[in-house]
């Protein structure tokens, strides 16, 4: 079998057995564009000029020079030859290769160009030059426009039904304004699921936000694939038919751009979907989880919006086993209409946070910093919100960013630094005069209030920031670290458990807070739980040595205590209980046994 080149979406050669074979990524696209033009060679010159920067012919040919010897190595190496070189042309070498494009042929099907063109040629490939581009962004237009004519041609009856949503579906990925693949992926829908605005929906057209309008800049959506713990294979083709349901729904709507179901399977399997979302220009996110609970199933869906990682609208839908099939055309229409509600009414909200790229740019890079509860990154994070602020002076997530980063260093470095806390103060009232409509100031602001033992008011802050975003997962945590430290354990854990449920993939602070109420409660065991949760436990050693001590097993409890004074030596316990918020005596009491039985 002659080894593949697969040009849709990443670049690679793939040997007989599927495997990548590492080749220089310039000798790649020499083969690309071979293979693509139906080519057996080419001038040395012309690749200098498509390939690298012919404003500087020396360097461009001493670059080409210094790829093929780098080639000539690899394939001696494979004892294989996929090029060959002379002094003036680059050919095809002696070993066959074939090419996925090859595939994206003239009289090709709709099934055959559906199934194979659902990633951008050369989708991962950044041009140096602009030759490169313009070649790479002609080849894309002639596919997309290979996919139209073939839609356009095939009635959508039989097995065709499939493919003319697929290519439909990806049709409009790359033109959300062709209005003529609309009408066709609508008309495929059954009635019952076509997208109608719901009731504050109608509202908002009839104030002026016509969601049936093409829109300038309108947002991107992806609709993750369905996470479901079912071998069922009745239960997964529901939830895979509910989300295509929910697409094509969504694609009616002019206002707003669907990425593909196969992009958006892809951007799944990612490890760092913050950086995926941020590269796809990707403003919401919908995620739903299909649960087996007793003789039914519950559908947990949920839609993010990605600029402040709020959740603007979470729902469940109570499922009978038998019911699946009868009840998902209805649930779609529901999902669907709540979706365009709730995406209407963020608008304003994703302009102030969209609005000037640079500084938002800069504040997504200081929140993924954030993520880490490490003084490096908080540091690094507050740089970020500083350029983002110097960029535009009255970003208000950036304001909320610093008074974050302020209060999580207070938080690690655990010295009672009345001055970080000074400052998060200050950058919280400032992003509340800012923007009184983000529910981040009033986060910060509660969280500071927590810290200097004013209770009351830290409630009072964070009831309203929880009042402007009901299902904003940080903000139920702070919450809930609130009502743990103000002495009410019981319902911060509900709090946090629910905060949890709302994002997954919780940051280190959430699992903290779990444990921290676990432990008020005398659920030892179930904090030390939460804590191995964490991906950096460092903060936590001081609770974890409380834990096990309370266990009665001294041995681990004094490993964490070498540990926490392997990080803080100068760690005083008298300090630290002054240090920590705790509103009613008894708790305190509690906290501080668990410490002076480890040994601190």
């Known amino acids: 079998m002659p080894a593949r080149l697969q040009t849709l979406g990443h670049l690679r050669l793939l040997d007989e057995g599927g495997e990548e074979i590492a080749f220089p990524e310039k000798a790649l696209l020499i083969l690309c564009y071979l293979l693509t033009r139906g080519l057996t060679d080419m001038p040395r010159a012309d690749a200098v000029s498509l390939f690298w920067d012919n404003t500087n012919a020396p360097a461009a040919y001493a670059s080409l020079r210094q790829t093929v010897a780098r080639v000539q190595k690899r394939q001696r190496e494979l004892a294989r030859a996929y090029l060959t070189f002379t002094d003036t042309t680059i050919a095809l070498g002696s070993e066959p290769v074939e090419s996925d494009v090859e595939r994206v042929r003239e009289g090709a099907s709709l099934e055959q160009l559906a199934s194979v063109l659902t990633e951008d040629f050369l989708k991962q490939v950044r041009p140096g030059n602009r030759a490169l581009a313009s070649w790479i962004a002609l080849q894309r237009q002639a596919h997309m426009a290979q996919l139209r004519a073939a839609l356009l041609e095939t009635a959508p009856s039989g097995p065709a039904r499939q493919f003319h949503s697929m290519a439909a579906l990806r049709l409009l990925e790359a033109s959300p304004e062709d209005e003529e693949v609309r009408a066709i992926l609508i008309g495929r829908q059954p009635a019952a699921v076509l997208m109608t605005p719901q009731p504050s929906t109608r509202m908002l057209v009839a104030e002026g936000a016509d969601m049936s309008l093409p829109r300038q800049n309108p947002p991107r959506v992806v609709l993750l694939p369905p996470v479901t713990t079912f071998t069922s294979r009745t239960a997964a083709r529901f939830s895979e038919a509910l989300i295509e349901d929910v697409t094509i729904g969504l694609c009616a709507l002019r206002s707003i751009s669907i990425i593909a179901p196969h992009t958006a399977a892809q951007i799944s399997l990612q490890s760092d979907r913050a950086t995926t979302y941020e590269r796809h220009k990707i403003s919401y996110i919908l995620e739903t989880r299909l649960r087996d609970e007793g003789d039914g199933h519950t559908l947990f869906v949920q839609l993010i919006f990605f600029g402040s990682d709020e959740v603007i609208w979470a729902e469940r839908f109570p499922l009978s086993a ?15 209409g709540a979706i365009a509600t709730e995406i209407e009414r963020n608008e304003l909200v994703r302009g102030d946070y969209e609005g000037d790229a640079g500084a938002y740019l800069s504040f997504l890079v200081g929140q993924g910093h954030l993520k880490k509860l490490d003084l490096r990154d908080i540091r690094r994070a507050r740089k970020s919100f500083r350029e983002a602020l110097q960029l535009n002076a009255g ?151 409380a834990c096990w001590a309370m266990l009665g097993d001294m041995k681990k409890a004094r490993k964490f205590i070498r540990r926490t004074y392997a990080i803080h030596p100068d760690f005083d316990i008298e300090t630290w209980m002054a240090i920590v918020p705790i509103k009613e005596e008894w708790q305190r009491k509690h906290y501080y046994e668990g410490l002076k039985k480890a040994g601190f």
Do not use: C
């Open 322 to 336: 038998a019911g699946l099939a009868r009840s998902r055309q209805m649930i779609a229409h529901q999902v669907a």
């Open 395 to 545: 970003f208000a997530p950036a304001m909320g960013g610093l008074a974050r980063s302020y209060f999580l260093e207070w938080l690690v470095t655990a010295r009672g630094d009345e001055d970080l806390l000074r400052h998060a103060e200050f950058h919280a009232e400032e992003t509340i005069r800012a923007d009184e409509r983000l529910p981040a100031g009033y986060r910060e602001l509660g969280v500071v209030k927590l810290y200097t033992r004013q209770f009351d008011e830290s409630v009072a802050y964070l009831d309203r920031a929880e009042a402007l975003s009901p299902h904003y997962a940080n903000v139920i945590a702070s919450y809930a670290d609130t009502l743990v430290q103000a002495s009410r354990p019981d319902i911060g854990l509900r709090k946090i458990e629910h905060a949890i449920e709302l994002n997954p993939l919780s940051p280190d602070e959430y699992f903290w807070t779990a444990a921290s109420a676990s432990y008020s409660l005398g659920h030892y065991e179930q904090a030390l739980d939460y804590i191995a949760r964490m991906k950096d436990k460092e903060p936590v050693h001081r609770l974890a040595a």
